[in-house]
């Protein structure tokens, strides 16, 4: 069982940054695939990001087109945290951002149903 709590979310201007960060619990951080989803009011659950390794300290990332060059994940094993770095905001980037985990598949999973565990989410809220 993992949990996941996210937090870092905000009210911010068009053209800001925000770092989320999604810790999780568990000793085997090291071994799940995370991701980054993101729900707008009236809208699909969609895919912003996600980070696969495939051991040791080489970890490959997925982004998004809309996200493409201004979002960055990261991952950081020994503080079992997985962190959404988010500059050059835009109003369309407003919605409840949630991480999601799964066991390492060494694949990029775009879809909810492959994710396992949920975070709460956390709103970010983009003003223009």
Known sequence: QVQLVESGGGLVQAGDSLRLSCAASGRTFSSYDMGWFRQAPGKEREFVSAITSSGGSIYYADYADSVKGRFTIS??????????????????????????????????????????????GTQVTVSS
């Open 75 to 120: 991952k950081d094993d020994a503080k079992n945290t997985v962190y959404l770095q988010m500059n050059s905001l835009k109003p369309e980037d407003t919605a409840i951002y949630y991480c999601a985990a799964r066991p390492t598949a060494l694949y990029f999973a775009r879809t909810r149903y492959e994710y396992d565990y949920w975070g709460q």
